[in-house]
């Protein structure tokens, strides 16, 4: 045993293997451990409550041997008196635990689609940047109210109301914050950041009005008609391509990133079905086409090398946003279209047009079943029994293209001249 100074320090050999304790001769309990790497930690080791306690100070190196030995003292003077200096620095830790810290653990502990993780990391580094490297307790509901008005008065830079961003990115801070209530706890178990500031948004969040554009059932026949016109004159894959995801977007009532991502491999051209493996709700389906899906199917181009049906030049390797096709569909319709209005609209033709039961509309659309029934004793996953109800829809589509073409027709024929 000697005082450990750096001179002493830099002479010792490290052990072959495990690892040897040096201990100083001035303060009892303070040491050093050294591994066969030759890492110098500085320790040290007393009792609490009759229990023995070692605690590693920090790498030789970044202390020193005289400012190990102080923080030595602090710590064998607070096991004295009881007070365990891990516990000490565990809660001090999970009281300043940031913003940053409790999004990454989010993101790691649950269960995620990327694209929600996207949407976390987005809200995080833009909505709440000024936070990022706050401890979450610090956030007060003060500050909360301020930024939660900001945006839903200005948006995110001041160039207009945001109230939709408002309310889904403090949305995104409610559940860091629940997570960050449950995960950072004392010894004791009783949880170190007791208050959720977000909720003094209660009864505070911005309305929104629910979104129903869709084609108007008076445009359906144009816009299905322009749909094949342009079909057959598209002059490159990528644009065909677009005008494809479209159309199927019209016949099945997919989501765009369901649909825009569909592989070879998800579609049974024989038997008449395409698969959606991990969809928005979780719950894997194989859903029924229509002979007018399978036809577009069919009549698409296969490219060498790519798995995806509606593929591109692109990075993505498939059209991820047909968005020169939608805007010639919102013109043709008359107002402005997004591929999820295509989905409302499939929603619409099936149950005003199609008279079709809400709940087989439901499970064409994929979205969960609410009630016992669906839930418990309805097929949910093997949904092909439905292909008459997705061939009721697709046929209507169709019909409204035919009435518009004889129409168009019909109008162009020379009037009859009057009988004298």
């Known amino acids: 045993m000697a005082k450990l100074t750096k001179t002493y320090i830099d002479k010792i050999t490290p052990p072959a293997s495990g690892y040897d304790l040096h201990w100083d001769s001035e303060v009892s309990g303070f040491g050093i451990r050294v591994t066969p790497a030759g890492k110098i930690t500085y320790i040290v080791q007393g009792r609490v409550n009759g229990k023995e306690a070692r605690i590693s100070i920090g790498p030789h190196g970044v202390f020193t041997a005289d400012q190990a030995r102080e923080v030595a003292r602090e710590h064998l003077r607070s096991m004295r008196q009881g007070i365990d200096p891990r516990t000490v620095a565990k809660e001090r830790a999970a009281e300043t635990v940031s913003l940053r810290d409790v999004a990454d653990a989010y993101k790691r502990d649950r269960p995620l689609k990327d694209s929600s993780k996207a949407e976390i990391e987005r809200h995080v580094t833009t909505t709440f940047e000024a936070w990022l490297k706050k401890p979450m307790a610090s956030i007060t509901r003060e500050a909360v109210t301020k930024r939660f008005n900001e945006i839903k008065n200005h948006g995110l830079r001041g160039d207009g109301p945001a109230p939709a961003q408002a309310n889904q990115g403090f949305s995104v801070l409610r559940a860091l914050f629940n997570y960050a209530i449950r995960e950072y706890r004392r010894p004791d178990g009783t949880a170190i950041i007791k208050d959720n500031p977000v909720e003094v948004l209660h009864k505070k969040w911005a309305p929104i009005k629910a979104k129903t554009t869709r084609i108007p059932d008076s445009k ?201």
């Open 220 to 420: 359906v026949g144009a816009v299905w008609s322009a749909l094949q016109q342009w079909r057959e004159v598209a002059y490159n894959r990528d644009t065909l391509a677009s005008i494809d995801l479209v159309m199927f977007l019209m016949l099945t009532g997919a989501r765009i990133g369901e649909a825009s991502a569909l592989t070879w491999d998800r579609v049974n051209l024989d038997e008449g079905w395409w698969h959606i493996p991990d969809p928005k709700n979780r719950n894997p389906v194989w859903m029924p086409l229509s002979s007018q899906a399978l036809e577009l199917l069919k009549t698409r181009q296969r490219v060498k090398g790519s798995d995806f049906v509606f593929t591109s030049w692109g990075k993505a390797g498939h059209i991820r946003d047909p968005r020169d096709t939608m805007n010639k569909v919102s013109e043709v319709a008359g107002l402005h279209l997004s591929p999820h209005d295509l989905r409302r609209t499939f929603t619409t033709i099936g149950l005003a047009n199609c008279r079709l039961d809400l709940y087989r509309v439901e499970l064409l659309t994929n979205h969960v079943p609410k009630t016992v029934t669906e839930r418990h004793y309805l097929e949910t996953q093997q949904l092909q029994y439905l292909r008459p109800e997705a061939q009721r829809i697709a046929d209507w589509i169709e019909a409204q293209a035919v009435a518009v073409k004889a129409q168009a027709e019909a109008a162009q024929q020379p009037e009859a001249e009057p009988v004298e």
